[in-house]
């Protein structure tokens, strides 16, 4: 592994969160809707922080083939402006 594979795959494994410290950046909405999400089988999986921006939720399916995002209201948005890398 080269030197910038390894510092990448720290700076990584170093800001991992742990599902009730992602779950804590949600509003109240957010919270319910994933509540029922979760009832399906979705998970939240990631919360993209874009600079000078509000964070951006990212759930999946419980078959890891589709996301979909928790808007601020609590909606789902299952048509992001944004692709996933596999």
Do not use: C, H
């Not at 991992?16 to 998970?43: H, I, V």
């Not at 993209?48 to 951006?56: A, N, S, Y």
């Not at 996301?67 to 909606?75: C, P, T």
Request: aromatic share 8%.
């Amino acid at each position: 592994m080269g030197d910038r594979a390894m510092v990448d795959s720290e700076r990584r494994q170093s800001s991992e969160r742990t599902p009730g410290e992602l779950k804590g950046s949600l509003n109240a909405d957010q919270k319910m809707t994933l509540q029922q999400l979760e009832g399906f089988g979705w998970e939240l999986k990631f919360v993209r922080k874009p600079l000078f921006q509000t964070p951006i939720p990212v759930v999946f399916d419980g078959e890891r083939r589709r996301y979909a995002v928790l808007e601020e209201d609590g909606s789902l948005n299952e048509s992001p402006d944004f692709d996933i890398r596999r």
